[in-house]
């Protein structure tokens, strides 16, 4: 789900990363608050598409965004449809498909040192209380080097379970993941040390 | 050339229920230095005990007048680590943020980083990459960022681990000319490629764990070569 930057010039492009993430952390708030009410969801979703818009991503990446999601909206759906009228299921798909389409926003417009950065100042007030805020920023740069190979390894698994005729079962697919996850991290440590990283 | 000796004095690695290295005497002042040797036989510990990673169990090592077990930061600057797998050792999500990781720690200002960080890239062909995600380079170029981010660090001396193992003819190509023909810093190449053992100054050979013969690259292949085609 993390798509990383895409480069270029607009509002939200040069717009500082600390003061963007507050705001949209705000918005965030709003949207998961905002009664169900048909004229209120469809204008988030028309600011949210303009958001896009002003990115210069155009609608195409929030549809691509949205796609990725498409198990969890379904769960989220199925999970309330039984019990709570259409309205408010409705309201909550595009509520939880909002906030991530903006939290997306973030990532997709601001570089990743930027925006470790930002967080990175952000949490050094907390260092009196013994939060070393290089270590959490190093830790979320790590994260985020990680995903797409972690990403691989599960493309790697279904490519060979498939090979060998196997029907491919999530399930199945989680015990050599979790082997082969813990191997990169124990090789990603060894790393950190030949590179000098404390 | 007391400043690039690497010295073992009897020394030996034990594992719980292995011994990885046993009593290994050598000194080493070549620029080129090749480890060769079949699997399992101690080569990587050789060189991972050469900036720390493995500390020895016995025995004392000095690499360039540093004490690894001692003075593991101190190594850690002097000695630049390779690995074989080009995703294992990349840290930071982009290219440039990654090379500038090895200068965190030096307290350089923001710029001299930037200005460094740029002509290092540039020297490797990653310009245009600088600011790409590392999961979109190819095989060959991740290695050729891991080789970047270490040698902006100046190290003294370059450990790489069968840095080809996981890289086709022409990229292979590449890391290996600029380790042995490019780079001016002492270099210890483990590898099984003996081709590249033998475009080398000197070359040690383990089995079992000891040194079991080192010397001049051509005649210590040729020794190995025929050891493996008996029986
Ligand atoms: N962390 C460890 N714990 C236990 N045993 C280990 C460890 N690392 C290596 N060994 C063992 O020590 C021996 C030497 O391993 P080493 O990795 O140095 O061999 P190598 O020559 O690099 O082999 P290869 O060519 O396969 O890379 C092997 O038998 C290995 O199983
Ligand atoms: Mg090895």
């Known amino acids: 789900m993390i798509s990383l930057y895409r480069p270029g010039d607009s509002l939200l492009h040069r717009m500082p990363a600390g003061p963007k993430l507050v705001v949209v952390a705000g918005l965030a708030t709003a949207i998961s608050l905002l009664p169900a009410n048909p004229l209120l969801l469809a204008a988030v979703l028309v600011a949210v598409a303009g958001c896009y818009l002003q990115a210069g991503t155009g609608i195409a990446e929030a549809g691509r965004q949205l796609w990725r999601l498409r198990w969890v909206l379904l769960v989220v759906s199925l ?77 790697r698994i279904r490519e060979a379970q498939r090979a060998r005729g196997v029907t491919v079962s999530p399930f199945a697919a989680v015990v050599p993941l979790l082997v082969m996850a813990l191997k990169h991290a124990d090789d990603l440590a060894d790393a950190l040390v030949a590179r000098g990283a404390d | 050339m007391t400043d690039r000796v690497i010295g073992f004095e009897h020394v030996s690695v034990h594992f719980a229920r292995h011994t990885a290295l046993r009593d290994v005497s050598v ?117 050729l960022l891991a080789l970047c981010a270490v040698l902006i660090g100046e190290p003294g001396l370059v450990v790489a681990d069968e840095p080809t193992a996981y890289l086709d003819a022409a990229n292979s190509r590449r890391i290996a000319g600029f380790l042995l023909d490019r780079m001016p810093q002492q270099l210890v190449l483990v590898t099984h490629d003996l081709r590249l053992a033998a475009r080398c100054d000197v070359a040690l050979r383990f089995e079992g764990g000891r040194l079991a013969d080192h010397g001049e690259p051509g005649p210590v292949i040729a020794r190995y070569e025929k050891d493996q085609d008996q029986p």
């Open chain 1, 79 to 155: 999970s309330q449809v039984f019990f709570l009228p259409v309205l408010t299921v409705a309201a909550n798909v595009i509520r939880v498909g909002a906030v991530v389409l903006l939290a997306n926003l973030i990532t997709l417009t601001t570089r990743t040192d930027r925006l470790i950065d930002a967080l990175e100042r952000a949490l050094r007030p907390l260092r009196r209380v013994g939060v070393n805020s290089d270590r959490v920023a190093l830790m979320l740069s790590m994260t985020i080097t990680t995903i797409p190979v972690i990403a691989g390894f599960a493309a």
């Open chain 2, 27 to 143: 000194r080493l002042d070549q620029r080129r230095i090749a480890v060769i040797g079949s699997n399992g036989s101690g080569k990587s510990t050789f060189a991972r005990t050469l900036n720390g990673l493995i500390v020895a169990s016995e025995g004392g090592i000095r690499v360039h007048g540093i004490d690894p077990a001692r003075e593991p930061k101190q190594v850690r600057q002097r000695v630049g680590f390779i690995f074989s797998n080009p995703d294992t050792q990349i840290i930071m999500p982009t290219v440039a943020e990654d090379v500038a990781f090895s200068l965190r720690r030096r307290g350089l200002p923001r710029q001299e980083i930037r200005d460094r960080v740029a002509a290092a890239l540039d020297d490797f062909g990653l310009t245009a990459e600088a600011d790409s995600p590392v999961h979109e380079l190819s095989s060959g170029q991740k290695q």
